[in-house]
C-alpha cells in the first residue's frame, strides 16, 4: 500500500490503465484527446473494423487523464466501450512503454483465476496511428488510488484488502510456464537485473544530483537476499491500478501491467507496503489509521502469507528499500519526460520533489540495515 502523496499521487504518474479517477467517487476522469497525442481516429476506426470483425465506423475517443507513461483512451463504438492502451509519441527509454508485453501477458492470464480484462488486438504497426496499441475491455467498477479507501466501511476496507492479498497470492502461483510465459522474462537474480535497470534509466533521466539516489545504485548490489524465487511479478501492484466491484468489496480487474515480468514475489508484496515507510505528507495521516479497517502493515503481511502458504518472510527491510529506490528511479523519468514535453498529463510538474523523497527515505532505510 503505497502511500498517497507518493503513490496515491503516482496513481498520476506511471499511468493505471484506465484508473485516474476522481479518489472519492471512484469515476475515471475523463478529458477530450490532449493535442500532444492525438492520432487518425478514421484509421483506428478502419484497424478495428478489420480485426474485431465489426463495424466501428462511428467510434469517438477520450482520454483518461492524470497518466504519465502509456496514454490511455475511452472508445465508444456500436453502444460497447473499450479501452486503448498506446505507447506516448517522441524519443522513449528502452524497455520502456512495452504495450506488446502487457497485451501479452494480460492475453496469457485469461483462464487462471487472476482478474484482467479480456484482450481484442495488438497492433504494433506504427503506420496505423503512429505507435503501437492494444484493446481490451472496458470494466466496469470503482478506481480509488487512495490507499485509505474513503468512502468505505472500515469492514469494507478490511474485506477489499483481504481479497487485494489473495489476488497477489493467485498471480505469484501462476505457473508461467504453464501458461506460455516461459520467455516474458529472464529466470534468476530479479533484484540484480532490476536494480541494474532502473539504476541505468534513472542516470538516463537525471536532471540534477540526488546523493542518495547514487548511494544506493551501489548499495542495492551488495544487499541482495541469497534465496531466489520465480514467479510472475506485476511490478507495479496497488490498489490503484485495480477495478474494484461496483459494489462489492472485490478486485474485479487488475490492470498496468507494463512493468511485469518473471521476478519476484517479495519485489511485488514490498512495493505495496512502501507507503507504511514514508513520512506522512500534504496533512494526511498514517495508512492504517486505528479503526479505519485498513490493516497495518503486519496484518497486510499475514493476509498476504495465509494467501500464498508462506510461513515468514526474511530480510524484509530490503525489499522496502529496493522499491523505494526503484520508484524514485520511475519518478524521476516522469519528471524528465515532462521537460521533454512527452508526459501524457500536466501532472509531471509535481515529481520534481518526490524522487528526493523517496531516495531519502530508502536511503535511512538502508543505514539501518547495514547498522
Not at 124 to 152: A, H, K, Y
Not at 158 to 171: G, I, N, R, T
Not at 218 to 235: N, V
Request: net charge negative; with cysteine.
Amino acid at each position: 500500500m503505497i502511500s498517497k502523496s507518493i503513490l496515491g499521487r503516482l496513481s498520476h504518474s506511471k499511468i493505471p490503465t484506465r484508473s485516474i479517477p476522481h479518489a472519492m467517487s471512484g469515476h475515471p476522469e475523463l478529458t477530450p484527446v490532449r493535442d500532444h497525442h492525438r492520432f487518425d481516429e478514421d484509421a483506428l476506426a478502419s484497424y478495428m473494423s478489420e480485426h474485431m470483425e465489426d463495424d466501428f465506423t462511428d467510434l469517438s475517443v477520450q482520454q483518461f487523464e492524470g497518466g504519465q507513461s502509456n496514454p490511455t483512451f475511452l472508445i465508444h463504438a456500436n453502444g460497447a466501450a473499450y479501452v486503448m492502451r498506446k505507447k506516448p509519441p517522441g524519443t522513449l527509454l528502452k524497455s520502456a512503454h512495452a504495450v506488446d508485453r502487457e497485451y501479452r501477458i494480460i492475453t496469457a492470464l485469461r483462464d487462471t483465476g487472476v482478474p484482467v480484462p479480456n484482450t481484442y488486438a495488438l497492433c504494433e504497426d506504427d503506420s496505423v496511428i503512429g505507435t503501437s496499441f492494444f484493446i481490451m475491455e472496458n470494466v466496469e467498477g470503482r478506481v480509488i488510488p487512495d490507499p485509505r479507501l474513503p468512502g468505505f466501511t472500515p469492514e469494507d476496507r478490511a474485506a477489499l484488502y483481504e481479497d487485494f492479498a489473495s489476488v497477489m497470492a493467485k498471480l505469484h502461483a501462476v505457473d508461467y510456464k504453464a501458461v506460455d510465459l516461459q520467455s516474458f522474462g529472464r529466470e534468476g537474480n530479479y533484484f540484480e537485473r532490476q536494480i541494474s535497470r532502473w539504476s541505468k534509466q534513472y542516470v538516463a533521466s537525471q536532471t540534477e544530483d540526488i546523493p542518495e539516489m547514487n548511494a544506493l545504485m551501489e548499495w542495492l548490489p551488495k544487499h541482495i537476499p541469497k534465496i531466489d524465487e520465480q514467479t510472475i511479478a506485476h511490478g507495479d501492484f496497488r490498489m490503484g491500478n485495480c477495478i474494484i466491484h461496483p459494489t462489492k468489496p472485490k478486485v474485479a480487474a487488475l490492470l498496468d501491467w507494463e512493468l511485469s515480468t518473471i521476478g519476484h514475489p517479495l519485489g511485488d508484496l514490498g512495493y505495496c507496503c512502501m507507503g507504511y515507510h514514508l513520512p506522512p505528507a500534504d496533512g494526511e495521516g498514517n495508512i492504517a489509521e486505528p479503526g479505519s479497517g485498513v490493516p497495518t502493515e503486519s496484518e497486510f503481511l499475514s493476509m498476504y502469507c495465509k494467501a500464498a502458504g508462506r510461513d515468514k518472510i526474511e530480510n524484509w527491510n530490503f525489499y522496502i528499500a529496493f522499491n523505494l529506490f526503484r520508484i524514485a528511479a520511475i519518478i524521476q523519468g516522469v519528471y524528465r519526460r515532462g521537460l521533454d514535453g512527452n508526459a501524457s498529463s500536466e501532472h509531471w510538474r509535481s515529481r520534481r520533489d518526490e524522487c528526493k523523497r523517496s531516495a531519502k527515505c530508502a536511503w535511512e532505510l538502508a543505514q539501518r540495515i547495514d547498522a
